[in-house]
């Protein structure tokens, strides 16, 4: 059973682009949540999603960031704009139902915005 | 409002020697999990260990050992015997145990221990 898979790995982007990271759960799972670690500073929350529907996202920046986790593929995270402020390590965590004891982590996205 | 203090920024030490690690949380749920994260200079996020709050006992794995006291809302980590592999930044994180349809079991983290084991 693969873990949670993360890509790309490492995204460099300019100024103004559009930045997507995309999260695929581990086989079964159908929550996400995704976290956002700036450098030299902890993991904070961002969003929590279900299948389809978008259960929390209290941490989101209000603008430029969005989040979906649609029923056929991966959930993605969408950063458009982006600016140096949004250089950082993005995690996804899934998990089969909404207990954290079942939260796996994925290896990251590090965002460079040059 | 959850919330996860490590005010250790930095520690280094020498190989063999004992580290402690302290964190402390607050909380105002009753039932909540208490977790250890490691991460390696190459970035990913290792999973070391869950406690559930009902569960006080003290636990040892290796080298690694977890002292939990509810009475302090601590929940320290203590590496034994340390080696320079074990150099990495240590969080500690939180959640709820029981989990609202509204917000799930999202993990609150410290804000990390940059642990160097110096050879």
């Known amino acids: 059973n693969a873990g949670v898979m993360q890509n790309p790995r490492h995204l460099v982007r300019r100024r103004g682009q559009e930045a997507r990271l995309r999260c695929s759960p581990m086989?079964?799972?159908?929550?996400v949540y995704w976290y956002r670690q700036l450098p030299e500073e902890g993991l904070k929350f961002m969003v929590y999603?279900?299948?389809?529907?978008?259960?929390?996202e209290s941490g989101m920046p209000k603008e430029r960031f969005s989040a979906e986790f649609p029923k056929e593929g991966p959930s993605i995270l969408r950063i458009q704009q982006v600016v140096r402020g949004d250089s950082a390590a993005y995690f996804c965590?899934?998990?089969?139902?909404?207990?954290?004891?079942?939260?796996?982590f994925g290896p990251g996205t590090r965002l460079t915005v040059l | 409002a959850q919330k996860v203090t490590q005010a250790q920024t930095e520690i280094s030490v020498v190989e063999k020697e004992d580290v402690t690690l302290d964190c402390v949380y607050e909380?105002?749920?009753?039932?909540?999990?208490l977790f250890w994260y490691k991460q390696p200079p190459s970035g990913e996020l290792v999973f070391l260990i869950r406690?559930?709050?009902?569960?006080?006992q003290n636990e040892i794995s290796g080298r690694y050992s977890w002292n939990f006291q509810k009475s302090t809302s601590s929940f320290n980590f203590t590496i034994t015997a340390s080696q320079v592999v074990d150099s990495a930044v240590y969080f500690c994180a939180l959640s709820r145990s029981s989990p609202r349809e509204t917000s799930g079991s999202r993990l609150t983290f410290g804000e990390g221990t940059q642990l160097t084991v110096n050879p």
């Open positions: 999603l279900q299948k389809e529907n978008i259960i929390d």
């Open positions: 086989k079964g799972h159908s929550h």
């Open positions: 406690r559930n709050s009902f569960d006080e």
């Open positions: 909380t105002r749920d009753t039932t909540y999990y």
């Open positions: 965590a899934s998990s089969p139902q909404t207990n954290a004891a079942e939260q796996f």
